[in-house]
């Protein structure tokens, strides 16, 4: 069965700092992968997808992602935090683009 | 473009009590989801419509939990008798088409603000 575990529950960071957020999936094939950031009280924007192809994507906000196939990780970067970067970011997976699976996420707190 | 569309933001209600939520998506998406958030838990999928025909319902609670989407545009969610269990956001999130493998990112999904429901 497909899971997604992010390890980490809550980061902090300092801003300016750097920024790696980890995922890992369980699926037999290569999966769709992407990452969704959720404000408070907001509802999930997508920050970048992975269907095929090179396997450094980049997204909206500065964000990049880099998919590792033999580690079956799809980790999310960040060179430099701002204080808005602060929210719950969400791995997910999908057999589809739109069958997902989602991890627990990790919320991410940036300090001054 | 609009966004997709959810009401209300909040509802408060007591257990065994009745509550409905309402979801328009935006305009000429075909597929709509709801999405139950339990708090410090990712999304789990409720049920998925394609126009207004149900694709998949396989984690919904049939017993306390309908859903429907009669002509193929905005959808209603229901719950009834609520339990604490509940409490949770529900998530509404459309796409333009049933998923295939695309490359076009025309099947991601586009998310909601929610509607927070606490049962007491």
């Known amino acids: 069965a497909q899971s997604v575990t992010q390890p980490d529950i809550h980061i902090t960071v300092s801003e300016g700092a750097s920024l790696e957020l980890r995922c890992n999936y369980s699926?037999?094939?290569?999966?769709?992968l992407f990452w969704y950031v959720q404000s408070p009280g907001q509802g999930l924007q997508l920050l970048l997808k992975?269907?095929?192809?090179?396997?450094l994507v980049q997204g909206i906000k500065g964000f990049e992602a880099e998919f590792k196939r033999s580690q079956s990780s799809f980790n999310l970067r960040k060179p430099s935090v701002h204080w808005s970067d602060a929210a719950e970011y969400f791995c997910?997976?999908?057999?589809?683009?739109?069958?997902?699976?989602f991890g627990t996420g990790t919320r991410l707190q940036v300090f001054p | 473009e609009a966004g997709v569309a959810q009401s209300p933001r909040y509802k408060i209600i007591e257990k065994r009590q009745s509550v409905a939520f309402w979801c328009n998506p935006i305009?000429?998406?075909?597929?709509l989801y709801w999405y139950q958030q339990i708090l410090g838990q990712g999304p789990k999928l409720l049920i998925q419509?394609?126009?207004?025909?149900?694709?998949?319902d396989s984690q919904l609670p049939k017993d306390r939990f309908s859903a429907e989407r009669l002509k193929g545009v905005d959808s209603t969610l229901k719950i009834q008798p609520a339990k604490l269990e509940d409490s949770a956001v529900y998530l509404c999130?459309?796409?333009?088409?049933?998923?295939?493998?695309?490359?076009?990112?025309?099947?991601?999904?586009?998310f909601g603000a929610g509607s927070r429901l606490t049962v007491l």
């Open positions: 305009s000429g998406h075909a597929t």
């Open positions: 997910a997976v999908g057999i589809n683009t739109d069958k997902l699976i």
């Open positions: 699926y037999g094939a290569t999966p769709y």
């Open positions: 999130a459309s796409s333009l088409a049933l998923g295939g493998s695309s490359l076009s990112g025309a099947n991601v999904l586009t």
């Open positions: 992975y269907f095929s192809g090179d396997t």
């Open positions: 419509f394609q126009n207004n025909g149900v694709v998949d």
